[in-house]
């Protein structure tokens, strides 16, 4: 069997074009432009291209983008006051704060600051809260990628087996979550599951998201089941070859053996190229939510959990 493969990055582009079509409708009908303001404080790298990449896709789904870059050792009480001022700027629908925070940053604190309505990557712990009650609350970005995706590929998910590999709170937790609410038969394994390749071997769905590379093989699948593989790691790859300095090059990989488990497989998202585009994606996605919700508007369809 050859599995289907999921194409993450296609799907966002349709996720985008549909975002961007309900804002021009928005601004056309309503005179209402979306906004979301993204904070970084510091100078992570991976972080700022995130930063960059947020940004310029929120301009070019026609909403605006407001950025507020502050120093590594910017204070709580600071940055408190910034996330305060968003809270209350009628203009900005939707908040957030790049993760990780520097050390000094009590992050629970400070995403717990975020008005829950504005929190468009749903880490407040009212969003938590409300998506673990099964009531509409906004939903963190890369689990509701892997929904659509999922929703997508299969329509209904109801009776499936789920598994979900990885306990986080950003994805493995809420991902079960939505699962749940699809009415799937949910398991969340981790690093002390026991027999953890019994447990993935029964699932119709395999949710990876642990952050180690390549750690489920193809014999773990089930033949015909879904792999979505959230991971991305960067490995050595020495078969391309050192660059200038000597050092050797890298490539991505995911938390799934790509091709033993595409061998199994009825279908499977790539890394890169799956689960990454959605993410962003989806971020867009509830920006828009929250601006509707803010304005007592219809919210966009099938752009939500
Ligand atoms: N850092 C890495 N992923 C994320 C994310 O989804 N949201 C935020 N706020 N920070 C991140």
Known sequence: MSATIIDGKAFAATVREKVAAHVARLKDENGITPGLAVVLVGEDPASQVYVRSKGKQTVETGMNSYEHKLEADTSEADLLALIDK??????????????????????????????????????????????GTGQKSMVPCTPLGCLMMLRDHHGSLSGLDAVVIGRSNIVGKPMAQLLLGDSCTVTIAHSRTKDLPEVVRRADIVVAAVGRPEMVPGDWIKPGATVIDVGINRI?????GTREDGSVKTRLVGDAHYESCAAVAGAITPVPGGVGPMTIACLLANTLTACCRANGLEEPEGLTA
Request: glycine share 6%; charged share 25%; net charge negative.
């Open 86 to 131: 968003l809270n209350k700027d009628p203009a900005v629908h939707g908040i957030l704060v790049q993760l990780p925070l520097p050390k000094h940053l009590d992050e629970d604190l400070v995403i717990n600051a975020i008005d829950p309505a504005k929190d468009v990557d749903g880490f407040h712990i009212s969003n938590v809260g409300l998506l």
């Open 236 to 240: 050595d790859a020495p078969e391309k």
